[in-house]
């Protein structure tokens, strides 16, 4: 049985940090590329970043490059996303899944509220 769940969002002001987490499946987790993707409130889900298997880090988005780090524990089949310096803009639902995403492998996701 897939299972992604995520954790770790909140209400933050400006400027602040969150690390969000990812607990995922083993069967799923092992073998694919993860991604964080996130949904702004009337705007379409989109990749943040991806990292594969040994770690390597991808696709980060323009509008999060130098203040998110994604990072992943093959040992604890967790994903996470350390967000550092965020703005009102990143307010978002934050989700995992692996890349390309499937669709019934969707969470429900970590709100993140950036406002101060």
């Known amino acids: 049985q897939v299972q992604l769940v995520e954790s770790g969002g909140g209400l933050v002001q400006p400027g602040g940090s969150l690390n969000l987490s990812c607990a995922a499946s083993?069967?799923?987790?092992?073998?694919?590329?993860m991604g964080w993707y996130r949904q702004a409130p009337g705007k379409q889900r989109e990749l943040v970043a991806s990292?594969?298997?040994?770690?390597?880090?991808?696709n980060i988005a323009d509008s999060v490059k130098g203040r998110f780090t994604i990072s992943r524990d093959n040992a604890k089949n967790t994903l996470y996303l350390q967000m550092n310096n965020l703005k009102p803009e990143d307010t978002a639902v934050y989700y995992c899944?692996?890349?390309?995403?499937?669709?019934?492998?969707w969470g429900q996701g970590t709100k993140v509220t950036v406002s101060s």
């Open positions: 899944n692996i890349l390309p995403p499937l669709q019934n492998y």
């Open positions: 990292i594969d298997t040994k770690n390597v880090a991808a």
């Open positions: 083993r069967n799923i987790f092992r073998i694919n590329t």
